[in-house]
């Protein structure tokens, strides 16, 4: 127990509904699982948090780095927090000194430092491996500028759809969309890595508006059609989840049923460390499965037109994609079209009926020698997006990849870490 606690009294950790755009980063990012949700809001379990800070960055809006002064007795629960539709005030120095917290003692207790707790727990234990950790918090040194949250939750834009078609194989149940959304007049700047929300219309079952859904840039910065105010979306229809019980996702569905024509509510945009490196020589490396190659897609069709205006200077581009099936590939096609010199495309498939099961992390340590030469490569950046599932196999076999090739991982974890060359975006 922290000192903190002992006193009786802590700065307890809360995320503000009213910002909070369900992301999931904060949950994926947490070391210790002190953060968890339901479907209406994201929450941070009091006794297990313990102040790290890790997830105060990632977070694209600010909504987490919220903190109360509260007695221990008195912290607020999880399912308090649940259902809060806003955060609750600090405590007045009455209240607390009716609670036993003197003056003195709320204004010395600071959040609980994380080192002295977690030395002493995983002291004589085997250390556990957490991929998360690796991940960067900070973009590349090259990156440009991003722009975020331009139009907060509470203030969202209007954008139209100026296109929608099915980017995977028709006649099949899995079906993903390429979604165009134009902003007109109103200014809207997106990087290659950043998200935008949608507001699906209407209320929920007790009357609430509904929560802004969160979906990654599909489109390079100057436009899905260059020189105009546009964006694109990749978005899966949700027909099932994830115990493959049919249910009809709301967002998803709203998404992919609209028209030209149509307009739509967008927040964002969001996130300021998952951006690709302006440097031309820079090499990136793209793990994704399905709609993680959203990000991908804003990349490579930058460097795509970099190279056709003759300011590419090739830096590597290396893709690693997966999906059940080669139906279920978004943009399947298109990528078929690119030139070999151009990127290095791997692509593994679960589903493939007659043939074993392939997933990413095995095409990487296929690819062995290739991905241990970019990892020596301080130029070599690595992104990793799609099923929170991938990750940490993804983030193993890169492990596996510089031991193998005699590098030190932690040496080149950590430098991953902070030169923010390892983004890691999955749910």
Known sequence: MDMAVEAGVIKQHLIDPEICIRCNTCEATCPVNAITHDDNNYVVRADVCNGCMACISPCPTGSIDNWRTM?????????????????????????????????????????????????????????????????????????????????????????????????????????????????GAIPFPVLEGQSIGIVPPGVDAIGKRHHARQYSVASPRNGERPGYNNVSLTVKRVTEDHQGNPVRGLASNYVCDLKVGDTVQVVGPFGASFLMPNHPKSHIVMICTGTGSAPMRAMTEWRRRLRKSGKFEGGKLMLFFGARTQQELPYFGPLQSLPKDFIDINLAFSRTPGSPKRYVQDLMRERAADLAALLKDGASHFYVCGLKSMEEGVVLALRDVAKDAGLDWDTVGAALKREGRLHLETY
């Open 71 to 183: 007695p221990v007795v008195r912290a607020y629960s999880i399912e308090e927090q649940l259902g809060w539709e806003s955060l609750p005030a600090e405590l007045s120095p009455e209240e607390l000194e009716a609670a036993g917290v003197t003056a003195d003692a709320a204004d010395a207790v600071e959040v609980a430092e994380a080192a002295p707790a977690q030395a002493a727990s995983t002291e004589a234990a085997e250390p556990v491996f957490h991929s998360a950790q690796y991940g960067a918090t900070v973009p590349p040194w090259s990156a440009a500028h991003a722009y975020t949250n331009l139009f907060p939750p509470k203030t969202p834009t209007t954008a139209t759809v100026v296109g929608n078609f099915n980017c995977t194989e028709a006649g099949f149940d899995s079906e993903t969309h390429h979604i165009v959304l134009d902003f």
